[in-house]
């Protein structure tokens, strides 16, 4: 009797705990919003920049965290008034793989770590980006929401409020223009240089490191799925794997075009622009970047070459001048062999008779 | 001039300076053939073995041109030993295709086949030397001026134009496929495995050639030299 009442009073007591928890979540949000919802609170920085420190209740309730309340990240605030520096939000104690709140089952902070972002933040540098500098703060949305930053309409914008240079540099380019008309296999900043994961291209690592820039660019432009939909041609990665620049590049040569040698690195343009680097009166001084001297024979003949297709033009009959002299030779000689041992077989067999 | 040795009567075939000719030719093409196979083959096994054998791209290079440095000077060698020795331009002589040795293979050919003919009797060189000999003088000069293109490419590519560099660059390629085949098949069944000379026909190494086998394969030279009294015709028996 006595061990059911205790049970009773436990149940009692647990239910009235967690009403009271979940009246303070209720009231945690409007709590904060006294202050914070008020669009005039700021603050000065000691260097003299005026912070907003509004918080749009709106934003929070259409982003993937709806239904959080502030102290879900800013934990470090407990009483209100709350005194004292507050810390930046540790996105890690949601997001790691084995959380039970219902975040994304993945280890994207250990990747971001290792990154060159995550790297430059861990040391000290201000500069570089956390997690919030890309995703935003209240207002995260999934990606595929036109409205998040991380939807591939917006990433350049995203990556290019820091890194401007390339920014504009990419508005010039192919990609971006094929994004803007709604063609979402082109690509952004992300697709060559990745998420996360991203590295300077000085690493070794890094999807964009000088000998790994033709197996990026394959991603997209060796597969038919991918380009070919807009008539654009795959061939080009297996050529350039044929020649002398790919060969050697497989192989760890560091000195040898790769593709972004020649048709440039952000500002890639249809090859038919006059401001593209492989626009045909531009190819002596694409080419001249490495071959001192390049003149206009550069530009006389074909870059891609497939030696096996008729458009190859004279490289077309060499090669197929070879093919059948090489099978000829083969066959040319195995006969004149085959025939010298046949008489001295049968020559010996006479022999061995007689 | 004829020697007694222990395997019968040996007479001089070749002197040392044509040795060490053929020498510094075979080492040098060997090494043109296994660096520049790593280069065409590289997607295949063997291409990436040996690519990895002669230190990766930059070391297969130069390996590659320093032995066409001495294949050139080789050949530069021996037109110069043809031109102006007397040694040497007697042998370019011998060398020279002739109609003869267009007979020579159709009546090999025909005797081949087990039909009746008259077995051709050589001279000096018999057509298929003569064949090698004319393939190598091709092969060497075409390779080396196509080499020497794509050595020298910023050079070349002042002068012509793209697409003929590049012909020249699959031409490169696809006849070192038809040296490696006459060398490899050809020529190295003739001097290791055809039965009268197998394991191996030493005359490249020892400069000289049994008068007995002289007689077999080169008949027209023997009844020369024996005429000329090089050859005592009957001690060598």
Not at chain 1, 48 to 65: C, I, M, T, W
Not at chain 1, 165 to 184: I, M
Not at chain 2, 76 to 97: D, K, N, S, V
Not at chain 2, 166 to 187: C, K, N, P, R, T
């Amino acid at each position: 009797m006595a061990m059911r009442s205790g049970r009773i009073g436990c149940l009692v007591l647990g239910g009235a705990l967690g009403i009271l928890l979940l009246a303070a979540a209720a009231q945690a949000m409007p709590k904060c919003l006294v202050c914070h919802g008020k669009r005039t609170l700021s603050k000065t920085l000691p260097s003299g920049r005026v912070v907003s420190l509004f918080v749009d209740e709106k934003l929070l309730a259409e982003s993937v965290h709806a239904g959080r309340v502030c102290t879900d990240c800013h934990s470090d605030i407990t009483a209100i008034p709350h005194k004292g520096e507050i810390q930046r939000v540790s996105c890690v104690r949601c997001h790691f793989k084995g959380n039970p709140v219902g975040a994304p089952q993945k280890d994207i902070y250990v990747e971001y770590a290792r990154s060159v972002h995550g790297v430059a933040a861990a040391a000290g540098n201000t500069k570089a980006p956390v997690c919030q500098d890309c995703h935003g703060t209240h207002g995260i949305r999934p990606p595929k929401d036109p409205g998040s930053l991380m939807n591939k309409i917006h990433i350049p914008e995203t990556c290019g409020r820091c890194h401007l240079a390339e920014f504009s540099d990419y508005r010039e380019s192919v990609h971006w223009k094929a994004v803007k008309e709604g063609k979402k296999d082109s690509a952004v900043c992300t697709d060559c240089h990745g998420e996360h994961t991203i590295r300077a291209h000085t690493s070794p690592e890094s999807s964009t490191y000088i000998t790994r820039v033709p197996e990026t660019c394959s991603h997209c432009h060796a597969s038919v799925a991918v380009v070919g939909k807009y008539g654009i041609k795959t061939e080009q990665v297996a050529t350039y794997g044929r020649s002398y620049h790919g060969v050697a590049i497989k192989f760890g040569g560091k000195t040898v075009a790769n593709c972004a040698s020649c048709h440039g690195v952000h500002d890639i343009r249809p090859s038919d622009d006059p401001q593209s680097a492989v626009y045909v009166e531009n190819i002596p001084k694409t080419c001249g970047k490495c071959h001192e001297g390049a003149n206009a024979n550069y530009a006389k003949g074909r870059i891609h070459l497939d030696p096996t297709k008729r458009e190859a033009g004279l490289v077309y009959w060499v090669s197929l001048f070879f093919k059948w002299l090489t099978i000829s030779t083969m066959v040319g000689l195995v006969a004149h062999i085959g025939l010298d041992l046949f008489r001295r077989l049968r020559r010996g067999k006479v022999a061995h008779e007689s | 001039m004829a020697s007694t040795g222990g395997r019968g009567a040996e007479v001089q075939r070749f002197t040392l300076n044509e040795r060490l000719q053929h020498g510094v030719l075979m080492v040098s093409t060997l090494v043109l053939l296994l660096s520049g196979f790593s280069l065409l083959f590289h997607d295949l096994w063997i291409g990436r073995w040996l690519l990895w054998l002669e230190g990766g791209i930059a070391g297969r290079g130069l390996i590659h041109r320093w032995a066409a440095g001495l294949l050139m000077g080789l050949c530069g060698y021996h037109l110069l030993y043809i031109l102006f020795t007397a040694r040497g331009h007697q042998q370019f002589m011998e060398m020279r295709p002739r109609w003869r040795d267009v007979r020579d293979f159709v009546q090999v050919m025909r005797l081949n086949l087990g039909r009746p003919a008259a077995r051709p009797a050589f001279d000096r060189f018999d057509y298929r030397q003569k064949f090698q000999y004319s393939a190598i003088f091709l092969a060497s000069s075409t390779m080396i001026l196509s080499g020497l293109a794509l050595w020298f490419a910023s050079e070349a590519m002042a002068v012509m134009p793209k697409w003929l560099f590049d012909a020249l660059a699959v031409l490169h390629g696809g006849e070192s496929v038809v040296i490696f085949l006459v060398l490899f098949v050809w020529h190295l069944y003739d001097v290791h495995l055809r039965p009268e000379v197998f394991p191996m026909d030493w005359s490249w190494i020892t400069g000289r050639i049994r008068v007995a086998d002289l007689q077999e394969r080169h008949p027209m030279e023997y009844e020369r030299l024996r005429q000329a009294g090089v050859i005592d015709g009957d001690a060598q028996r």
